[in-house]
């Protein structure tokens, strides 16, 4: 932005962009927010199970250079024990919030969640963010003219310092869940039982969707042992690991007017905190 | 007015385009610049993923379920240990780090349909896809109109894909949304008899095996086409 125009014209622009209930003013009073708008407002913006939507073309697309190395960077994160794949979700699929969950193309989520784990685990500051950026769009001023952009660290820095989990470490080897084969002790739910998803007042992360909370299912499968991800997701290595369970539902119970034959049904996996005994 | 003349006209009065570099572009080339000065990774750790992740691709996974469709104790394996099963069609889950790839785990089920039931996965609450069998997953897979409704309105959905079901076979939404990541194993189709495992790899679409198609002779493309073409697509 240049000038007093181009400056007004942003400003319009961002006005149109709306992320609230029509029905309920900007900036309401608490009298205004009834318990379930709270709801609402505090649903993990990733769980869209079962939201309302209209048919619409199924396709696909080619990917972008950008998104590949993108992919790549978290991944190699990941690797090095900078994160583990849990935090990078919470980062860029709730922390982003709605408007720029549904408002901008998946990867870029993948890469403002990078930019975000380098400041709040204190790797980069915001100064040395900043003029990195302001550096590299130097860089191309002039446009590409055919080039592709390219990554010119200006050296290798000495990694022996820098912090990272145990994870990355113990799980050599084995491979993630295994890593924590044993850890759990007794299964409390067995193959054939009846469970209750609990409807647990989850605020800021969580993997079990809303909508098979207080549902009923059967247990199909144990599965493994793990931490649960509304563990792992703030980087807790101190988080006991506890069972995973694969449970079938009956869709024509789990859903409100279910259109289809009695005996069609939907799986997921929930970790044990999430399950109570049925009957 | 002549060719050269418009031409010339042309190259007076039209400003150049300038292909400009993305917000998107800038901002992962800063934070890769980052980390490596930083020592978080190296040049080398990030080639190396790299490599790895332009190799990934649904060819392992339909070469699986063909080598399951002809061998009975295979299959078997693939259903009671789907890991060790990739392992044969050189997937080792463990690669490229030594404990997998960081967002895929190294928890893998395959799920065989049967006459009475039809398997069709979903991650709602992401994407979460068995990428080293299959590679990246395809864009609608990610989106949330796919997410919202195949939970939901499952018969809907695959309708959409062109797949009609029948009332008595069971459609079963796998929601991969924890550590395990799933594949479908179609059953194999008829007018197959005596078919190689290279012809039958070849029906075996990626779409076929997340479930929201069947493998049919004569047909090897996926439902879902290519719409959209990227400014700069992955380097060849």
Request: aromatic share 10%; net charge negative.
């Amino acid at each position: 932005m240049t000038d007093a125009a181009e400056r007004a014209q942003q400003l319009a622009l961002v006005s149109r962009l709306k992320t609230i209930f029509p029905e309920v003013p900007e900036w309401p009073t608490p009298d205004m927010i009834t318990h379930d708008h709270y709801l609402a407002y505090m649903k993990t913006s990733h769980d869209v199970g079962g939201e309302l939507d209209y048919p619409h073309p199924y396709e696909n697309k080619e990917e972008e250079q950008w998104e590949l190395m993108t992919y790549v960077l978290c991944e190699v994160l990941g690797m090095r024990g900078i994160w583990v794949s849990e935090e990078r979700r919470r980062l860029a699929n709730v922390d982003v919030g709605r408007a720029i969950y549904l408002g901008l193309p998946y990867y870029s989520r993948w890469l403002w969640s990078v930019g975000r784990l380098l400041m709040e685990k204190k790797h980069i500051s915001w100064g040395e963010l900043t003029d990195r950026l302001a550096e590299v769009q130097a860089r191309y001023a002039g446009g590409l003219n055919g080039q592709r952009p390219k990554a010119e660290p200006k050296f290798e820095g000495d990694g022996s310092g820098v912090s990272r989990n145990k994870h990355h470490l113990e799980a050599a080897g084995v491979g993630d869940p295994q890593c924590f084969a044993g850890q759990a002790g007794v299964a409390k739910f067995n193959v054939g039982d009846k469970v209750k998803v609990r409807d647990l007042p989850a605020m800021f992360y969580t993997r079990t969707p809303e909508y098979c909370r207080g549902a009923e299912g059967t247990i199909a499968e144990v599965t493994y042992e793990s931490p649960a991800p509304e563990d792992e997701a703030w980087d807790r290595e101190d988080a006991e690991s506890e069972w995973f369970y694969i449970v079938r539902f009956n869709q024509a119970e789990l859903w409100d007017n279910y259109t289809g034959p009695k005996n069609d049904t939907l799986q997921t996996e929930i970790p044990e905190r999430w399950l109570e005994a049925v009957g | 007015m002549s060719e050269h003349g418009h031409d010339h006209d042309h190259s007076r009065t039209v400003k150049p385009m300038v292909d400009e570099i993305t917000d998107f572009e800038v901002l992962e080339i800063a934070l890769r610049e980052l980390c490596i000065e930083k020592g978080l990774f190296t040049a080398e750790d990030h080639r190396l993923f790299t490599e790895y992740a332009e190799h990934i691709g649904p060819t392992p996974g339909a070469r699986l379920v063909a080598k399951a469709w002809l061998d009975p104790d295979f299959k078997e394996l693939a259903i009671s240990d789907a890991v060790a099963a990739a392992k044969e069609v050189g997937i080792d889950w463990l690669e490229p780090t030594g404990f997998g790839t960081p967002s895929d785990f190294v928890a893998f089920k395959i799920l065989a349909d049967t006459p009475t039931v039809h398997n069709v996965i979903v991650c709602a609450l992401c994407s979460c896809y068995p990428r080293p069998i299959l590679g990246n997953s395809p864009e609608w897979y990610r989106t949330p109109n796919y997410r919202r409704r195949i939970v939901r309105w499952p018969r809907q959905v695959l309708s959409e894909f062109g797949l009609q079901l029948p009332d008595d076979v069971e459609v079963r939404v796998e929601d991969s949304n924890q550590k395990h990541r799933f594949m479908v194993m179609p059953m194999r189709p008829e007018g197959t008899d005596g078919w190689t495992e290279d012809q039958l790899t070849e029906i075996i679409t990626r779409d076929c095996l997340i479930g929201v198609a069947l493998p049919r002779p004569g047909i090897t493309t996926n439902v879902t086409p290519l719409v959209r073409a990227a400014i700069r697509p992955i380097e060849a």
